[in-house]
């Protein structure tokens, strides 16, 4: 399995951008019963969990951006999405995805966010 992630770009604060984690090499059944986060890292700062969504659909997000982000999956695209509203200078990061099956992890390669004030 590899993770594509895209969407990433420089918007000003208050705006809002979608980033996409796409499959590549996962079958349907697969990709339907993954866990998928996203993360971010921050220049000096920890890597972050930002927001999951498991196969069932349930979402958890992390609290810096409860209210302004959104999760969802799309799995007849292979593809988990990250909608973020609101965007704020600390935002700034870039963020990956990762996902879980069957005890194995994989991570996407990552996508810059910069949010200007």
């Known amino acids: 399995v590899q993770l594509q992630a895209s969407g990433g770009g420089l918007v000003q604060a208050g705006g809002s951008l979608r980033l996409s984690c796409k499959a590549h090499?996962?079958?349907?059944?697969?990709?339907?019963?993954?866990?998928i986060n996203w993360h971010r890292q921050a220049p000096g700062k920890q890597r972050e969990l930002v927001a999951s969504?498991?196969?069932?659909?349930?979402?958890l997000y992390g609290d810096s951006v409860k209210g302004r982000f959104i999760i969802s999956k799309d799995n007849a695209r292979k593809t988990v999405y990250l909608e973020m509203n609101n965007l704020q200078p600390e935002d700034t990061a870039v963020y990956y995805c990762?996902?879980?099956?069957?005890?194995?992890?994989?991570w996407g390669q990552g996508t810059q966010v910069t949010v200007s004030s």
């Open positions: 990762n996902a879980r099956w069957s005890g194995a992890e994989f």
């Open positions: 090499r996962a079958i349907t059944s697969t990709f339907n019963n993954m866990d």
């Open positions: 969504i498991n196969s069932d659909r349930r979402t």
